[in-house]
């Protein structure tokens, strides 16, 4: 367990000069359309249908910790590539920066399906979640710290210059870097040994035994149908902040840096109420407050105080960051949990599948409807008229404003099938968000080591106590002059 939260302090220095706001950067930083940018969004999803031939290697072979080692050797090995492609520019190079990031989310994909199965039968049931938020934590402390000097280095090289270029190079090179000494630490973690195998190896026969299992196929529909919703949306975030909204490249990166601190204060009260309670009890806390966030931000494009869209996004990148830590915590768990022990991999594999074609084809669609949304506009009017003039509200939607609206409401219909999941230990929503304050007042308190912020967090109850004081003397001077 020490051996894997060591290893994601450098697993989470790759991730975070490498995915997410750095990797859009980088490919518009090359000149990538918003096909392309959909289409590497795409790749991390759609190479996980390489999990079906990565099955049968890990029940053939059956030793998933060398499986996990050389693949993630081959697959990080690729961002050397990537950060040679920072000097150049064309479409030559963006074709070959696309076809790395598939070599290396490919080989990523085979790794983690090895990867998963190992978790399940290493980390203990009764303390996954705790030590999975552990090692969730340290990934999420990593990708602040070098978001944080990202966004500086970003702020302070202007766009398409030398010193860009360099800025770009040096943060995949470092990636890689990370990437390989993550891997040598993997390489010292212990693997239970599998079970003997019963016989040939039946591709899909393995896959077949998720889908009939009744309640893991509901729950492979809610994935599905998250997937889907999340990603329509989500990786145009820094194209719609930076070519409609018209801010820098840093700011987005401050924003995922805003995202991330919530993410990191978040993450161990997930994992605490995970344990006590239920994933799906989490989930149903932070499913929504995400699909609400999303929906919010519409919100961005109407507003003309070019300050408050600042502050608007901010919140909303709180909200995002807070939510997500619950969801990819439990959503993962509870596919482990749901999953029968010793012989998880073909259920850990079917959800990948599931995430792989609903999480790869959504980008896609995004970035093919991305000319088609360009030409066109709605526009509500709210007008009120009164003796002293006119009052008008305009309420325009454009361009990626309508992704928000359609992600929001395939997620609607995610959290329907969220419900009808069944899981040993699930509570009421409305007893849930109880949990969620009283965990939030409780953290607070610990964290905090000021008086002043501990009476703070008191203050509601020492007015009452002073009210019933107050109270108490009015009565007992009412009586004594009563009886005088």
Request: charged residues 15%.
């Amino acid at each position: 367990m020490t051996l894997l939260i060591r290893e994601a302090a450098y697993s989470g220095g790759t991730s975070a000069l490498t995915t997410g706001v750095i990797l859009t950067a980088f490919a518009l930083h090359l000149g990538a359309s918003n096909l392309m940018v959909g289409i590497l969004a795409s790749a991390p999803f759609l190479t996980q249908l390489l999990q079906l031939p990565a099955i049968v290697l890990i029940e053939r072979w059956r030793t998933r910790k060398r499986i996990a080692v050389i693949t993630s050797l081959i697959g990080r090995a690729m961002l050397a590539v990537m950060a040679a492609l920072a000097f150049f520019s064309g479409t030559v190079p963006l074709l070959v920066f696309l076809a790395a990031q598939f070599v290396l989310c490919g080989f990523g994909a085979i790794g983690t399906c090895a990867w998963n199965a190992w978790m399940r039968d290493l980390a203990p049931d009764e303390r996954m979640g705790q030590v999975f938020a552990r090692r969730t934590l340290w990934l999420t402390a990593i990708s602040l710290l070098l978001g944080l000097i990202a966004a500086l280095a970003l702020d302070w090289t202007p766009a398409a210059s030398l010193a860009r270029d360099l800025v770009f190079s040096g943060m995949f090179a470092a990636g890689c870097l990370t990437g390989l000494l993550s891997a040598r630490i993997v390489a010292a973690m212990p693997e239970p040994e599998m079970p003997e195998a019963t016989g040939p190896i039946q591709l899909g026969a393995l896959l077949r035994q998720p889908l009939r299992d009744a309640n893991f196929s509901r729950l492979l529909l809610f994935i599905g149908s998250w997937q889907f919703a999340v990603n329509f949306a989500t990786p145009f975030f820094t194209v719609f902040i930076v070519r409609q909204l018209h801010f820098d490249i840093s700011f987005v990166m401050l924003l995922s840096v805003v995202s991330q601190v919530a993410n990191l204060l978040a993450l161990r009260m997930w994992g605490t109420l995970s344990d006590r309670f239920a994933n799906k009890s989490v989930l149903a806390i932070c499913a929504p407050t995400y699909i609400l966030a999303i929906v919010a931000m519409v919100g961005a494009s109407q507003l003309s105080d070019r300050e408050f869209v600042k502050v608007w996004l901010a919140l909303l990148h709180i909200m995002m960051g807070a939510s997500i830590a619950g969801v990819t915590l439990t959503s993962t768990n509870v596919a482990l949990k749901l999953s029968p022990k010793g012989s998880a991999t073909a259920y850990v594999a079917a959800s990948a599948m599931v995430t792989a074609l609903a999480a790869g084809l959504a980008p896609i669609i995004g970035g093919l409807l991305a000319d088609f949304f360009a030409v066109r506009q709605f526009e509500l009017v709210a007008r009120w008229t009164g003796p002293t003039g006119i009052f008008a509200l305009p309420f325009v939607l454009q361009r990626w404003d309508f992704y928000f609206l359609i992600a929001g409401a395939i997620g609607l219909y995610a959290l329907h099938r969220l419900s009808l999941v069944e899981e040993h230990g699930e509570i009421d929503r409305r007893e849930m968000v109880n949990q969620v304050i009283g965990e939030t007042r409780r953290t607070i308190r610990n964290i905090s080591s000021v008086a002043g912020l501990r009476a703070a967090t008191d203050l509601p109850g020492a007015l009452i106590r002073d009210a019933r004081l107050r109270m108490r003397l009015r009565r007992a001077q009412h009586r004594r002059a009563n009886i005088s």
